[in-house]
């Protein structure tokens, strides 16, 4: 059976969620406030692009469920690097996490504590977050085990 696996697509504003039968599922949802392109900086408003996984999932979230997305990714380190954003003990961090499925450190400069979550989708947008009515985010804290694959596109 295939692994469910989640596709957000930011200027849609949906949320796919992909089963092993091949049921696919839609939700809405909200993004970072800066939504256009990928997240670069701590604090620019903006969803990273890229593939993730879901490295925990938080029962007690402040917005009703969460799941926790592996950012930053490699490339975001070799970036990061490269501009002097992080050091090489961070980037060596980020690898080591990243290459080894756990999680990443959430708090260099390049940013970090990207979640799905839940809180509803009235505000209209998020700091960078994929927010998702309360009763949405149970459906997918549900069904998606930690590990799977979240694709985030543009």
């Known amino acids: ?14 949320l796919e969620l992909h089963v092993g039968d091949g049921t ?7 993004v970072g406030f800066s939504p256009e392109g990928d997240k670069a900086i701590e604090g620019d408003g903006k969803t990273p692009e890229g593939e993730f996984y879901i490295f925990t999932k938080n029962e007690k979230s402040a917005f009703h469920l969460s799941l926790a997305l592996s950012y930053p990714r490699i490339e975001d380190a070799e970036r990061g690097l490269a501009t002097g954003l992080i050091v090489r003990e961070e980037y060596d961090e980020i690898v080591s996490a990243i290459s080894n499925r756990k999680k990443p450190p959430q708090k260099t400069k390049l940013g970090g504590e990207i979640y799905i ?3 509803g989708i009235e505000r209209g947008t998020t700091r960078g977050c994929i927010g998702m009515d309360d009763e949405h985010v149970q459906e997918i804290f549900d069904s998606i085990p930690v590990g799977a694959i979240v694709r985030i596109t543009a």
């Open 117 to 119: 979550h839940g809180g």
């Open 1 to 14: 059976m295939m692994e469910p696996l989640i596709i957000i697509r930011k200027a849609e504003r949906r």
């Open 24 to 30: 696919v599922k839609a939700f809405p949802v909200i």
